[in-house]
Structures are given as structure tokens and as C-alpha cells.
């Protein structure tokens, strides 16, 4: 029987891989830090251990034990946040599970990477896996990320078996980042538009990176030590994609026009503002990084994932919207 390990098993990913590979027939164990949903893991027939991967150094490498994969779905994602907390949720988490798939000979890591390693202020359309990256990481999100991947690559070259996917913007029922955190602007301040919402966007329906995870666990040798693209391959205009959210949630669209020079330096006093006061909240309204989010195309070539993984989006952008906002307005 197929064994797997996932980390991060109680956030919205590592959950639906864990339920869908214990459907299959795999037997799943599930990492992570919250005990309630690590309860209703165990609920659903998953094997649960609450364990922080970034500071629990031995338990992280034993819960690779007698594992035939291991899903490295945890992170720490936001666009804000202390860079410590970054690299000890994102570096040093990696390293304690590369080390516990090394030392117990996993037979395959699927990393989760990001992205937004790509990012850099520009429009960026059809990126491949080969393109080239900003001298400087637009955040601590994107600068650990990238440096995680650099630890499973040396990792790769002591003998380890290891792929890793990016995947884009990933949206589904349970998310409660990136449609959440729109909606939250829209009902508070109306949504900036810049440019009048022209930019190009890459998404990805949740049920799809599944796919593509249990792809990557499943592919030829040959995928071994590569990196892969991951999206719906179907890019929408950020004007029509909120146009469809907020009418299948059946709420009033709020929008601002606003110039890119204008909110870029918005978003940098912002920043400045929540470093210096920390006690205004958690996390700015809205950084530089999202304001670029808002303003820039970014669309990636996912032809290699295509190609080696057999990776085919099965639900699209507007099956997927639908059943978030289905989900949404019964859970709200």
C-alpha cells in the first residue's frame, strides 16, 4: 500500500491532498499545528501529528519514517510578516524535512514552491521554469521560498529524489486567503484598480494542484530534480475575474481607480507604518507587493508540467469560481 506523508495536512491544500489521496486507496499521515483540524483529519480516517516542522527538528525527520512520499505542503504565506518567522517556517522547515527524507530514504519529495520567485514589478507573460529571477525578492515570502528550493536542490545532489512545483494563486472552497482577503477590501474601502484592471493573472483551482501533486509523486525518473509550473493555463483580466467572484457571491463590486505611482507609494507607507507601530494590526490593508499584484500581468508557461507530469487542468476558472461561491454562501 501507498504511504504518504503531507505536511502542512491542516491548511486548505495539504488538507484536500490528504483527503484525496486516503480516497484512493494511499495510507496518509498528516503534519501541521492546529489540533482541531488536525481532529477532523483524524475523523476522516488520516493519521495526524501535531508537529511545528520549523523548531520540531527529530519529530519532523521520524514522521518521514517508513514513508513512500512525502508532501511538503506547509508554509508560512503572506505578503507581511517578521523574516524570522519566514525562514523558520519556510528554510528551516525544509531542511528538517529534506534531512527526514534523506536519513529514512523516501522515495520521492514533492516540494511546494511559489511563483512569485518571478515577480519583480514588470509584466511577465508565458514565464518558464528557466527565466530569469529578480536580483532581489519582492518579500520574505518570496526570499525564503526561493531559498527552501535551493535546499532541496543541494538535497537532489546528495542523492535525493525531489520535484518541485509553483503553483499560481491557488483558490477553492476552504481558502481563506487570497478570494477572502479581496472580498475583505471590497466590503471596507472598495478594491483598487489600477490601469483599469487590464493585468493579466494565472490562477489555480485547488482540485488541480492535487492533481498535479499526485502526479509529481507518480511521474518517470525523468521528472527528478526539475521544477514545474502549475495553473489553470486559462488567464483572465483582473476586471473580469472580480466581475464573475462578486456576481456568483451575489455581492455589490466595489472598485477605485487608482494611478500605479499613487498606490505603489501607498503601499510603502503603509509598510512603513505597520513596522514602526506593529500595535495598528497583524497586517497592513495592503503592501507594495499587492498593489503589484493588482497591477501587473503574470501568466506562466505550464507546457513542461504538461509535457513530463501529464498534468491537465480538469475544473476551470469559472466551474472553480462557482463552486467557491457556492461554498462561501453556505459556510458564511
Known sequence: MTRALITGATGSLGRATALRLAEAGWTVTGIGRNAEAGRRLEAAGIAFRRIDIGTQTEETAEACADQDYVIHCAALSSPWGRYRDFESANVAGTAHVVA??????VRRLVHVSTPSVYF?????????????LPRRPVNAYAATKLIAEQVVQKAVGQGLDAVILRPRAIFGPEDGS?????????ERRGIPL????????????????????????LAPSSAAGQIFNISNGEPVRLIDLLR??????EQPLRTREIPLRTA???????ERAYRIAPFLGAEPPFTRYTVGLLAYSQTLDISAARRTLGYAPRVSIDEGLRRFAAWWRANR
Open 194 to 217: 489600477i490601469g483599469g484592471g487590464q493585468a493579466l493573472l494565472d490562477l489555480t483551482y485547488a482540485d488541480n494542484v492535487v492533481d498535479a501533486l499526485e502526479a509529481a509523486c
Open 100 to 105: 527526514g527524507c534523506l536519513r529514512h530514504g
Open 178 to 186: 487570497l478570494f477572502p482577503r479581496l472580498m475583505r477590501v471590497n
Open 264 to 270: 505603489l507609494a501607498a503601499g510603502t507607507l503603509m
Open 244 to 249: 464573475r467572484l462578486f456576481a456568483l457571491l
Open 120 to 132: 519583480d514589478y514588470t509584466d511577465r507573460l508565458d514565464v518558464k521554469e528557466n527565466a530569469g
